[in-house]
């Protein structure tokens, strides 16, 4: 069974200051991996994605997430970070097996981001 | 293009009633899953739809039961609620099993 793992609950950051968010995941096979944003009382807003390929993902909000098939991390980061990325973000695994979808993701249980000016 | 729309957007009930949740996917989108988001359990997947069949099922009771429609429109209803029942409930839409899930922005249920 799949399983994903986001260790910090809860991260602290400075407004201008760099973010890593930290996710790993169990999967037999190379995994669909996402990471998605939520703000209080809305849905998921979709970061970015990992599929095959370039191992390094951009994404919208000037995110971008490495995956490490030898560590199953897909960590996400950003730079400098700004106020309005306080919010819960993510990570998610999707099946990859003939005929399943990926319609059903395992989430992480979440890594809330408060954003200090 | 519109994006996934769920109604209603907030729903209270009393214990043993039943509730039925709506979610009309993106347009041109066949599959639609659904989630249950608590502060203890966090996201977890009930359910997903494809051509008006069941394609997956998640670890709930069968008080939990859903359906599609034709027009790809889905309904998911939960009988006997429980007080456990109160959550965020997450509708989401992809082109195709193979497509990439768009989320709609919730039903808030909660169960009094």
């Known amino acids: 069974a799949q399983s994903v793992t986001q260790p910090d609950i809860h991260i602290t950051v400075s407004e201008g200051a760099s973010l890593e968010l930290r996710c790993n995941y169990s999967?037999?096979?190379?995994?669909?991996l996402f990471w998605y944003v939520q703000s209080p009382g809305q849905g998921l807003q979709l970061l970015l994605k990992?599929?095959?390929?370039?191992?390094l993902v951009q994404g919208i909000k000037g995110f971008e997430a490495e995956f490490k098939r030898s560590q199953s991390s897909f960590n996400l980061r950003k730079p400098s970070v700004h106020w309005s990325d306080a919010a819960e973000y993510f990570c998610?695994?999707?099946?990859?097996?003939?005929?399943?979808?990926?319609?059903?993701?395992?989430f992480g249980q979440g890594t809330i981001l408060t954003v200090h000016p | 293009k519109a994006g996934v729309t769920q109604t209603p957007r907030y729903l209270i009930k009393t214990r043993g009633q039943q509730v039925t949740l709506s979610c009309s996917p993106i347009?041109?989108?066949?599959?639609v899953s659904w989630y249950q988001q608590t502060p203890g359990q966090g996201l977890q997947f009930l359910f997903e739809?494809?051509?008006?069949?069941?394609?997956n099922k998640g670890n709930f009771p069968g008080r939990f039961s859903g359906r599609q429609f034709s027009n790809s429109r889905s309904e998911m209803n939960v009988s006997t609620l429980e007080l456990g029942d109160s959550a965020l409930y997450l509708c989401?839409?992809?082109?195709?099993?193979?497509?990439?899930?768009?989320f709609g922005p919730g039903t808030r249920l909660t169960v009094l």
């Open positions: 989401a839409s992809s082109l195709g099993l193979a497509g990439l899930p768009f």
């Open positions: 999967y037999g096979a190379t995994p669909y």
């Open positions: 990992y599929f095959s390929g370039d191992t």
């Open positions: 998610a695994v999707g099946a990859r097996a003939g005929g399943t979808s990926y319609g059903k993701l395992t």
């Open positions: 347009s041109g989108h066949r599959s």
């Open positions: 739809y494809f051509s008006e069949t069941q394609r």
